[in-house]
């Protein structure tokens, strides 16, 4: 027993090590990318948000439709710079710092007209695909829609909630939705199909879970990994799966139904974790306003950095005991 809690407290320790590194390059990726999306917004050109140093200056032209030529002289390069030449190096050469030469950049293609000659390369994939047609339906069909996502999101599905909730709050900032009514819908949704996991728990059983179970996002992996954040952290663990690790929340549901666990505690701290995570989205949603696929690359770093520092804090517990019980002499 002793030797297995050392080795426990020796791969949690490996394991604080491992993800520190990147929890700071996210935490600084995420703030970057804020900042490059405040900066596009005051530009005019949302869009722009997802410039980077290491574009080449034909790439940006491409990307964003305007003459290469026109873009070189609003930067107020020589006419004959190499336009495969990338921001970094350019910036290098300009004596400016590589992220205040995208900010730049950023103004430059804002004031350039669109060259409609040009034409954007984009595949996002099948999965892109449906995520895209999915949200689109919010556009089209507004309330309806975003609770469909958010319920079936709820109940294990692999559709994008949080894209769905931060479109409502664009919407919401074009006048388009109600920002009260969105919010009560998204959190009425999402703790109907947390109470659909929670019933399915209790009433089919874990033996049909663990046949069935792959389709409400319910597999051996995340069942031990909840499982064990149960053991620790009680129904706080419902709390933290409605808003650190929104991922699990689903598969946290079943679990809490299996268990038998007091259907009133449940529904209390789903329903403040589901309001928590809400109004997050919800209120970047608003902030971005009319563009929503510029706070793609913001909501991106910050999913992740969320998971790395749910991670970090879990390693950093075990690696200190805390996450177990003292073995005995």
Do not use: C
């Not at 050109?45 to 790439?59: G, I, Q």
């Not at 007091?262 to 589901?274: N, Q, T, Y």
């Not at 999913?303 to 790395?308: A, D, G, P, Q, T």
């Amino acid at each position: 027993m002793f030797r297995y809690y050392n080795r426990t407290r020796w791969i949690a320790l490996v394991l604080l090590v491992v993800v520190s590194a990147p929890t700071v390059l996210f935490g600084f990726r995420t703030y970057s990318s804020f900042v490059l999306l405040r900066s596009a917004y005051e530009a005019g050109a949302p869009t722009t948000s997802s410039v980077r140093a290491w574009m080449t200056l034909r790439y940006v032209a491409t990307r964003y439709r305007v003459p290469a030529a026109q873009l070189i002289a609003h930067l107020q390069l020589q006419p004959e710079t190499d336009p495969d030449r990338s921001l970094r190096s350019l910036a290098e050469s300009s004596g400016l710092s590589p992220f205040a030469f995208v900010q730049r950049t950023q103004r430059a293609v804002a004031d350039l007209p669109a060259d409609p000659s040009q034409r954007q390369n984009e595949n996002s994939g099948w999965f892109g695909w449906i995520s895209d047609e999915l949200v689109s339906r919010v556009l089209v069909y507004g309330y309806p829609a975003m609770a469909s996502i958010l319920l079936f999101g709820a109940i294990g599905l692999p559709v994008p909630t949080g894209l769905s909730v931060t479109l409502a709050g664009s919407l919401a900032a074009l006048g388009r939705m109600d920002w009260l009514l969105a919010t009560a819908i998204a959190v009425a949704a999402s703790i109907l199909g947390d109470v659909i996991g929670y019933g399915s728990g209790r009433l089919l059983g874990q033996h049909f879970l663990e046949r069935h179970g792959r389709w409400f996002g319910y597999t051996p992996k995340r069942y031990a990994l909840v499982q064990a954040l149960f053991d620790r952290w009680g129904a706080w663990t419902i709390l933290i799966t409605r808003t650190l690790a929104s991922h699990l929340s689903s598969v946290v549901s079943i679990l809490a139904g299996l268990a038998h666990q007091r259907l009133s505690v449940f529904l209390a701290f789903d329903a403040v974790g589901r309001a928590l995570w809400t109004f997050a989205y919800f209120a970047l949603g608003y902030t971005i306003g009319g563009n929503i696929e510029a706070a793609t690359a913001f909501l991106t770093n910050l999913s992740v950095l969320l998971v790395l520092l749910m991670l970090l804090v879990a390693a950093g517990l075990a690696a200190s005991g805390a996450l177990f019980d003292a073995p005995g002499p």
